[in-house]
């Protein structure tokens, strides 16, 4: 168990909708990242939050999201969804932002649009 | 831009023989090294990790070494068991906040 929840664990929704997923770090850590695995692009880095301030950005849509709140927990948020949204969406967390801090991750929210 | 290539799988060994997964990097300075595991329907779990040169990351009897001279951070172990079966990661950690940049990953099969 690496001390970082994601909720919900799985999320079926139709084309067009928006879903919230969840995710809490471990304790005291501030930095939290998101990633996308898919089958066709691999695990792909979407955003980076730090103690509630966004501190960097990937490969992530217009229709998505993220904030990362006072408590340090964070919400990414995927509005009119496509098909080629469903894909497994990995929270992590690390104690602090830099290359040599290694980030914990999640169970995962895996996310299927029909 | 920093990239990671990996072996690709899959791999499918016997249980107790040696496992190399060879994986290079591209990247401007020297960013910190991981290997990750993904076991079947589980998130990433941290291997091991170098953060410098000639640095040995080692864990559950996996070793990986952070090779400068030829960019590569190849994951080894002397004898595998069938509990061994996942996914591997190779990732470099972006030198400024630290987003990590991942290899397509290898799938290892151990036979009993």
């Known amino acids: 168990d690496s001390g970082v929840t994601q909720t919900p664990k799985h999320l079926i929704t139709a084309t067009g909708q928006r879903v919230t997923l969840r995710c809490s770090p471990r304790?005291?850590?501030?930095?939290v990242y998101w990633y996308q695995q898919s089958l066709d692009q691999g695990l792909q880095f979407l955003i980076q939050?730090?103690?509630?301030?966004?501190?960097a950005k990937g490969n992530i849509l217009e229709r998505f999201s993220a904030q990362q709140f006072p408590d340090l927990h964070s919400e990414l948020n995927l509005s009119s969804l496509e098909l080629g949204d469903s894909a497994l969406y990995f929270c992590?967390?690390?104690?602090?932002?830099?290359?040599?801090?290694?980030?914990?991750f999640g169970p995962g929210t895996r996310l299927t649009v029909t | 831009g920093n990239s990671v290539t990996q072996m690709e799988g899959p791999v499918t060994l016997s249980e107790e023989a040696f496992l190399t997964i060879n994986c290079t990097y591209t990247?401007?300075?020297?960013?910190?090294l991981f290997w990750y595991v993904q076991y079947p329907g589980e998130g990433l779990q941290l291997l091991l990790k170098?953060?410098?040169?000639?640095d040995k990351g080692s864990n559950k009897g996996f070793e990986a070494t952070y090779r400068k001279e030829t960019t590569s951070f190849h994951l080894e172990k002397g004898s595998v068991q069938v509990s061994d079966s996942a996914v591997y990661f190779c990732?470099?950690?972006?030198?400024?906040?630290?987003?990590?940049?991942f290899g397509q990953g290898t799938e290892l099969s151990v036979k009993p």
């Open positions: 304790s005291g850590d501030l930095s």
């Open positions: 939050y730090y103690n509630g301030e966004e501190r």
């Open positions: 992590a967390s690390s104690g602090a932002s830099g290359s040599s801090y290694e980030q914990y």
């Open positions: 170098a953060t410098k040169a000639d």
């Open positions: 990247a401007t300075g020297y960013p910190s």
């Open positions: 990732a470099l950690s972006d030198l400024g906040g630290g987003k990590l940049i």
